[in-house]
């Protein structure tokens, strides 16, 4: 799942575990399974590395993996420990799954504790900052703060992982050394289907200084060229972000970077100085055209800001990503109408159109747990293509509609190959399968279904006029 829709990069949270470990005189191994086809090398690692501890770093996607690690280590004697968003969002889980602890938030300080009292044979359970179950019951340790100051952490560990291996694909791939690169902690924002578990609402940042030394070093010891800011969302502080930008400027750095942004805060000014600097493509969270729909979400966007930073994104020929869902409980088929108008009127050089996923934890996740699908069927949940839940239509709808997003996409693709005459009848044409074919067929032919159709009917569509957009 990993090879065919996932950027590759390393786990930042592991890294910065690994680096921070070190400097408390632990002597971590990272195993990153990212390139494995099982999980023979963390069977070799507990034998030859003999630890004390194994962490796991969770995700929902990798849960059943994880547990796979936690009885293997069990197998050699050896406790485990769950981390990251997942095991944070739902620790009983995986404590049942074999786990001795997990770690609910941030790690750093927990981890060199645990490994400690690990080593020396200690109890795990009333560790600050875990959580464990004994005889049943669940045990939190006392809450651990948050680290007052993020430029105490060291540099991320990337000795302790196959850094050539992800550079290498990417230099095959696109020519560039890609890395990642994490500035901040936290978001305060309150998306109503975002899992926080780990940071909440919370908002911490390096220094403009610190970044710039990450940077430096991933330039002079890996080539780096190319920088992925992995920030939930980047330059949430404006005055922060011109800093960052001057000293990205003095050091000389020429490197082209992306990063994922809020719409509210992509001013045209701020994006022109950024181009010049090497940004080269910004995901936007669009997620919807209809002011309803991000309203339901909690997105506290506005369309206009939506259009606005589309607009001038194109002015400035940064590529933009836009993430777009479908499914959202509340949605109907006039507001999926409304974002694939939003999305023809800018046409993004990229795109990904996903059923949306209740992750656990989310209000989002509450607000339809009575109506999940059977786990069996959840399972198939990779690529955003599943439907996990009973929502308003059926998941052949929403395929069909992802499908019209990508047959928009194709056509825009074909200005220049076909003529614009062609191309309208081709989207017209297929407009109206749409219309009187496709949505009564799959919604059934009943009254409902039939009035619902006749409200999406629109007057065809105008020959689309062909964007210019200014090389970046
Ligand atoms: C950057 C990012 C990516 C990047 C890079 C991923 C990577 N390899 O790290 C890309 C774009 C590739 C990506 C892909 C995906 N991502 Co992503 N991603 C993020 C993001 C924005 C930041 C991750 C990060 O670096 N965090 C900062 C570090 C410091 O935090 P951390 O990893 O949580 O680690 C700390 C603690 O959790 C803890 N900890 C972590 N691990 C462990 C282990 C142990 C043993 C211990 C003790 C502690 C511990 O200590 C760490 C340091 O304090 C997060 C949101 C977020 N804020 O975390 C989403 C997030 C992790 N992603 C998410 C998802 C769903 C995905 C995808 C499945 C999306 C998709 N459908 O393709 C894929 C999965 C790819 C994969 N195999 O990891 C979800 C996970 C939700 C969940 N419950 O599973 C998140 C939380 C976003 C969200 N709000 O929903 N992602
Ligand atoms: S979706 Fe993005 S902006 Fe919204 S709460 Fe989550 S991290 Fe913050």
């Known amino acids: 799942m990993e090879r065919k829709y996932v950027e590759l990069y390393p786990s930042l949270g592991l890294l910065t575990l690994g680096a921070y470990a070190r400097t408390q005189r632990i002597v971590p191994t990272i195993v990153d399974l990212t390139f494995a086809r099982d999980l023979a090398p963390v069977r070799a690692a507990i034998r030859d590395a003999q ?18 690690v936690a009885r293997m280590a069990a197998g050699a004697g050896v406790p485990s420990v769950a981390g990251g968003p997942d095991a944070a969002t739902r620790p009983e889980l995986y404590l049942d799954g074999g786990f001795d602890a997990v770690v609910p938030g941030e790690g750093e300080r927990t981890v060199v504790d645990l490994t400690e009292r690990a080593a020396s044979g200690e109890t795990l359970v009333g560790t600050p900052g875990s959580v464990t179950r004994t005889g049943g019951k669940l045990t939190r340790g006392p809450p651990r703060s948050f680290l007052r100051d993020l430029d105490e952490l060291p540099l991320p560990a990337w000795d302790l992982i196959d850094m050539d291996g992800y550079l290498g694909r990417w230099e095959r791939r696109t020519g560039e050394r890609r890395a990642a ?90 994006l022109a100085r950024m181009r010049t600097l090497g940004l080269a493509r910004v995901y936007v969270g669009v997620e919807s055209g209809s002011q309803k729909m991000l309203d339901l979400m909690n997105r506290g966007t506005r369309l206009a800001q939506i259009e606005r930073a589309a607009e001038s994104l194109r002015t400035e020929g940064i590529r933009q990503f836009w993430f777009l869902m479908l499914g959202y409980p509340g949605e109907t088929l006039d507001d999926i109408e409304a974002t694939l108008r939003l999305f023809r009127r800018f046409s993004p050089e990229e795109y990904s159109v996903s059923i949306a996923v209740p992750v656990p934890g989310t209000r989002f996740y509450d607000s339809v747990r009575e109506r999940l699908k059977p786990p069996a069927r959840r399972r198939a949940s990779t690529g955003g293509t599943a439907l996990l839940f009973e929502a308003a239509y059926p998941r052949s709808m929403y395929r069909w509609e992802q499908a019209r997003f990508d047959l928009e996409a194709a056509l825009r693709r074909a200005h220049g190959r076909l003529s614009d005459r062609l191309i309208a009848q081709i989207a017209n044409a297929a407009d109206r399968f749409h219309e009187r074919v496709a949505t009564p067929l799959i919604l059934g032919t009943g009254a409902a279904a039939r009035a619902r159709s006749a409200r999406t009917v629109r007057s065809p569509r105008p020959v689309p006029a062909v964007t210019p957009v200014r090389p970046g």
């Open 51 to 68: 630890p004390d501890l194994v962490g796991v770093h969770t995700k929902s996607l990798t849960a059943r993996r994880a547990m796979e």
């Open 181 to 270: 690169v994490l500035t901040s902690r936290g978001c305060p924002f309150d998306c109503s289907w975002c899992s926080k578990p780990t940071f909440g609402r919370t908002y911490r940042q390096q220094s403009p200084e610190r970044v710039v030394a990450e940077l430096e070093a991933l330039r002079a010891r890996f080539r780096v060229d190319y920088v992925r800011f992995c920030d939930d969302v980047f330059g949430v502080n404006r005055r922060w972000l011109e800093e960052l930008l001057d000293r990205m400027d003095r050091s000389g750095l020429d490197l082209k970077f992306e990063c994922l942004a809020r719409v509210e805060l992509l001013k045209p000014d701020l």
